[in-house]
């Protein structure tokens, strides 16, 4: 019997002290399986570098994408949305982007009333306005108060139309229900990403309503495009720069 004895090292040690892969490092497209490194993800603004499918953004992220530099938050103290004021290359704008992470973005009282101050922000500045939508439609357990949100939103467009301001809408995916049947579809220039689902109904629900399958690809920005319901499918890579060209042809600063 040898008079030392080596002792093993416990299998649950050696778990305890093996390396571990900080989680948050990579992502899996779902369109194409491509393992991305994160950061290099967020530096291509979301978009898959290999099959460009567009990940869903923070309303904060989508305003750090679309203005120059530093910009000026409104209304902070407010949950829902995201409003700012600041340049877009260079042109002066105000621009409320809708939170998908809080409540599927649905659009309430809140909403409505953040929307409404920021055109009225643009009346008052000036400046033009752009609205991103990503939204699930009205948010029902407000009931009529959330449908009411439609025609303020609306109302407060045509004033910013009378005053000769523009309005740019972007469309996410998604953008469904009363979004889409009010303030997402006013716009003076409708910009959608590629393959977001736009729609008022869910295709679900207009397959099992008329009992019929749907044509491949209906509802989305492509299909909306070439039946004439928005104006033009922009990558989000490029969507600063086009916003930017629309407006200097749509508006010219004070």
């Not at 499918?53 to 992220?61: D, G, L, P, Q, V």
């Not at 977001?196 to 299909?223: D, Y």
Request: hydrophobic residues 45%.
């Amino acid at each position: 019997m040898p008079w030392f004895k080596k002792e093993k090292t416990p299998i649950a040690a050696s778990k305890q002290t093996a390396v571990r892969v900080p989680e948050g490092l990579w992502v899996k497209c779902p369109s194409c399986s491509q393992v991305l490194y994160n950061k290099d993800l967020q530096a291509s603004l979301g978009v898959c570098p290999k099959c460009a499918h567009h990940f869903r953004m923070t309303a904060a992220e989508r305003l750090r994408s679309l203005f120059d530099g530093e910009w000026q938050e409104h209304d902070a103290g407010l949950a829902a949305m995201v409003v700012g004021t600041g340049t877009i290359d260079g042109m002066p704008g105000v621009v409320a982007a809708m939170e998908y992470s809080f409540l599927g973005g649905s659009m309430g009282v809140v909403v409505g009333e953040m929307i409404t101050r920021a055109i009225e922000r643009g009346l008052a500045a000036r400046m033009p306005v752009v609205v991103v939508s990503c939204s699930g439609g009205a948010r029902m357990m407000e009931g009529a108060l959330s449908l009411m949100q439609m025609a303020k939103i609306s109302a407060a467009l045509a004033r910013l139309d009378r005053a000769g301001l523009p309005y740019l809408s972007i469309l996410t995916d998604p953008t469904t229900g009363g979004v889409t049947a009010s303030f997402a579809m006013l716009g003076d220039l409708n910009i959608a990403e590629p393959k977001a689902l736009i729609g008022f109904a869910g295709p679900r629900v207009i397959e099992q309503t008329i009992r019929q399958k749907l044509p491949e690809g209906f509802q989305r920005s492509e299909f909306l495009l070439e039946h004439g319901m928005i104006d033009i499918i922009v990558d989000r890579r490029e969507l600063k720069a086009t916003i930017a060209r629309a407006l200097r042809f749509m508006h010219e600063p004070a």
